[in-house]
């Protein structure tokens, strides 16, 4: 079975829960005999410098890349208020990936196209054209959900206005999208029951995003004095910055009282300027980290303030793995399937973050528990191998 995969940032390095999913499911895959190329976007975003690509990322037959300029342009989305089409969509179509694309399907012969996300949607037509191969999407959330959920979440403002839409637009777009795949892939069983409610007809099945579970020792915290706390994330993606942002406001700046001997330990790609310039007591901003998994083991917790979003989160599942423990809210562990004070703690107010911290302080036999029973969790539910190979028998099935 030959695969050509088709994503909207390169997959490397995996600083970000997508570039993990689409690398562990590509390389489990590829080690269950399948061969697979990639064609990616390498945007002005997220640009990856190709000759940094470390020698033992060679799970791919081949690797093809073009340069996308996806940046906002203040005069191109004034002129979008005038057209039908979605502006976050459109930023991902140009004519050089267009070229390329065609130029794969027409030199080789392809059992399926991937496409990873909504937003490789507008080439289902050129692949259409080109191809006899079978078109599935792999969605790592219904993408109009996200936006959905974090206006509910804004104060009113002109930019909200603007984003209601743009996120009209959005939404008009994924749902009238729907069946022009043939086979959908979803990472939550909630996520494809939302797809069929919304019109979906066609075949699907859930894969829900994995790791190599060998690829992440798990490693004892060191209880010392000081409780560590830690949020890593790209800080670009709007769920992130609107949960970092609710957590210091609401939970750390005004209860320093009762947070005596915590630290709060910040990492991510793209931290923005204002971040990087507070100078607080037991407040340390880390800026984008070269070693996530270092980061993450660095300290005893994680925090995921979450409260928009779609999907599965993986920087919960790495933590996890190894063996830290994690304070999420409830939608930040949809389709991780861990219960509260078992392998997990969730926090849903400030008033639950503030004791479940308090509870790792307090407790840590409790937290090894908690980290210990997360680790076997991810091993026995979220290994990739076995997600990828569930996925290869509904796929021949």
């Known amino acids: 079975?030959?695969?050509?995969?088709?994503?909207?940032?390169?997959?490397?390095?995996?600083?970000?829960?997508?570039?993990?999913?689409?690398?562990?499911?590509?390389?489990?895959?590829?080690?269950?005999?399948?061969?697979?190329?990639?064609?990616?976007?390498?945007?002005?975003?997220?640009?990856?410098?190709?000759?940094?690509?470390?020698?033992?990322?060679?799970?791919?037959?081949?690797?093809?890349?073009?340069?996308?300029?996806?940046?906002?342009?203040?005069?191109?989305?004034?002129?979008?208020?005038?057209?039908?089409?979605?502006?976050?969509?459109?930023?991902?179509?140009?004519?050089?990936?267009?070229?390329?694309?065609?130029?794969?399907?027409?030199d080789s012969s392809y059992d399926i196209i991937l496409l990873e996300t909504l937003y490789l949607t507008p080439y289902v037509a050129l692949i259409r054209k080109y191809s006899n191969a079978r078109i599935i999407m792999r969605s790592h959330n219904l993408e109009y959900e996200i936006w959905e959920r974090m206006l509910k979440n804004m104060q009113f403002s002109l930019s909200k206005l603007y984003l209601i839409y743009l996120v009209k637009k959005l939404k008009r777009y994924e749902l009238s999208n729907l069946n022009v795949y043939d086979y959908l892939i979803t990472v939550t069983q909630r996520d494809l029951s939302n797809y069929v409610k919304l019109g979906y007809a066609k075949e699907g099945t859930v894969v829900p995003i994995g790791i190599e579970p060998e690829a992440y020792p798990v490693v004892d915290p060191y209880m010392g004095d000081i409780l560590k706390l830690s949020f890593i994330g790209s800080l670009d993606w709007m769920p992130n910055m609107e949960g970092v942002s609710w957590f210091l406001n609401k939970v750390w700046n005004v209860n320093q009282d009762k947070f005596s001997n915590v630290e709060f330990h910040i990492a991510g790609r793209n931290t923005p300027k204002s971040f990087l310039k507070k100078v607080e007591k037991n407040f340390i901003i880390h800026g984008e980290v070269p070693d996530a998994?270092?980061?993450?083991?660095?300290?005893?917790?994680?925090?995921?303030?979450?409260?928009?979003?779609?999907?599965?989160?993986?920087?919960?599942?790495?933590?996890?793995?190894?063996?830290?423990?994690?304070?999420?809210?409830?939608?930040?562990?949809?389709?991780?399937?861990?219960?509260?004070?078992?392998?997990?703690?969730?926090?849903?107010?400030?008033?639950?973050?503030?004791?479940?911290?308090?509870?790792?302080?307090?407790?840590?036999?409790?937290?090894?528990?908690?980290?210990?029973?997360?680790?076997?969790?991810?091993?026995?539910?979220?290994?990739?191998?076995?997600?990828?190979?569930?996925?290869?028998?509904?796929?021949?099935?």
């Open 1 to 106: 079975m030959r695969i050509l995969q088709l994503t909207k940032k390169f997959p490397f390095p995996l600083m970000d829960g997508e570039s993990v999913a689409v690398h562990y499911l590509s390389k489990a895959l590829s080690e269950l005999g399948l061969n697979i190329d990639l064609l990616s976007m390498n945007t002005s975003k997220h640009f990856f410098n190709m000759e940094d690509l470390p020698t033992n990322y060679d799970h791919y037959h081949n690797i093809y890349t073009v340069e996308v300029d996806n940046r906002v342009k203040p005069w191109t989305a004034f002129l979008n208020l005038f057209s039908l089409n979605s502006y976050h969509i459109s930023r991902f179509v140009t004519t050089s990936f267009k070229v390329k694309l065609k130029e794969l399907l027409v």
């Open 293 to 397: 998994k270092e980061f993450i083991l660095s300290c005893q917790v994680m925090i995921v303030p979450l409260f928009s979003g779609s999907g599965m989160r993986v920087k919960i599942l790495e933590a996890m793995a190894l063996g830290r423990v994690v304070i999420t809210t409830s939608l930040g562990l949809e389709g991780i399937n861990a219960r509260d004070k078992k392998e997990v703690l969730i926090a849903n107010t400030v008033n639950d973050f503030i004791k479940k911290i308090k509870m790792c302080q307090n407790d840590p036999a409790l937290m090894l528990k908690i980290g210990s029973a997360a680790s076997r969790l991810i091993a026995s539910k979220y290994d990739n191998k076995k997600n990828a190979k569930h996925l290869i028998r509904k796929l021949k099935g």
